[in-house]
């Protein structure tokens, strides 16, 4: 057999000491120390890699939280223009209602029946309707919006950048829409300016502000009387307050009626020209006669519950042509 021989001298008078390593171990010991090499070198090259990506999904976790937060930040500002047109929509129609000029929707549907604070004479707040307007817009499974899955997950799937372009997507095709609408808000605005310029006295005789301040205890529109128990038509609004409690004439006019008016007890009713008539009843006090003429936000009575009442209130009516109409199309503030 084959083999190395390797020949150990202590001294000149030592016996030699021989070794002899088989050829084939020789070649054994190399290949298994080239491939211990290799595996150590794989080893530490994946080791190196393994940093790297660590470290880089390290590096888009914080990208997309930061990601995450300037989207949220879009999302709530493009809610804010969405409501503000809404609100913008919501008074020119008003306007429209008031100038009778073309355009004027009326109120649809039936609201319910809530109790709400008027603080400050201050109006119904808006609708859930204005809520959520964008979220409707964008996916559901967003992670964005909180509902969609962890980060380790759409980080290592890849899910996010697929996922995040249809959101992205949903956001500009919304702002675009937005942009859209506001563009239309200018011009009907424009031309409404147009329609108004022959309309100032109208619009002083209009009713534009709550006559007094309260609780909103019960709407215009069909609901169930109090005392019969019956569902019929409430012509009016209802708002709740102590007795005495100031109320103001919502715009200018002659007062054509007061005094007691069967089940509306202590009655007053201004009439403001161009077809519209308000009325206030289960007054305690009325502080204007018959044929005296009022302005926009003075004091013309006080809250009571004289007639058939259930409390200090103040019914209040909005006639137009002698067909009563919502008041909440008459108030702006």
Do not use: C
């Not at 054994?28 to 530490?44: G, H, L």
């Not at 108004?196 to 909103?216: F, N, R, T």
């Not at 409690?245 to 009713?269: E, Q």
Request: proline share 5%; charged share 25%.
């Amino acid at each position: 057999m084959e083999a190395y021989k390797l020949i150990w001298l202590k001294d000149a008078h030592a016996r030699p000491v021989q070794l002899s390593i088989p050829k084939r171990s020789v070649r054994r010991a190399a290949i298994a120390a080239s491939v211990v090499v290799v595996v150590v070198a794989a080893m530490t090259f994946d080791y190196f890699r393994l940093r790297g990506e660590k470290s880089e999904l390290a590096s888009l976790r914080v990208e997309a939280v930061e990601q995450r937060e300037r989207i949220a930040a879009f999302r709530s500002r493009i809610q804010e223009v969405d409501t503000r047109l809404d609100k913008v929509a919501d008074l020119e129609r008003k306007v429209r209602i008031i100038a009778n000029l073309p355009g004027a929707v009326g109120v649809g549907g039936e609201q319910s029946i809530e109790e709400e604070p008027l603080e400050g004479g201050a109006g119904v707040g808006h609708t859930d309707a204005e809520e959520g307007s964008l979220d409707s817009a964008l996916p559901t499974d967003s992670p964005f919006t909180g509902q969609g899955g962890g980060e380790d997950e759409d980080l290592s799937s890849g899910v996010a950048s697929e996922a995040g372009g249809e959101w992205l997507g949903a956001l500009d095709e919304r702002a675009t829409g937005l942009g859209a609408d506001a563009d239309e808000r200018v011009a009907s605005l424009a031309r409404l300016l147009d329609q108004l310029e022959d309309k100032q006295d109208k619009l002083a005789s209009s009713p534009s502000i709550w006559p007094s301040k309260g609780w909103l205890t019960s709407r215009f529109g069909p609901r169930v009387s109090p005392f019969t128990g019956r569902r019929q038509m409430h012509a009016g609004l209802d708002i709740a307050a102590a007795s005495g409690t100031p109320i103001v004439a919502p715009a200018r006019g002659r007062a054509t009626f007061v005094g007691n008016k069967g089940p509306l007890g202590r009655a007053l009713v201004i009439d403001h020209g161009f077809g519209v008539k308000t009325t206030y009843g289960h007054t305690a006090e009325i502080f204007v006669k018959a044929g005296a003429t009022v302005e926009r936000g003075q004091k013309i009575a006080s809250i009571g519950s004289t007639g058939r009442s259930t409390g200090p209130h103040l019914h209040y009516v909005v006639e137009v042509n002698g067909s009563p109409r919502n008041p909440l199309d008459y108030i702006f503030d």
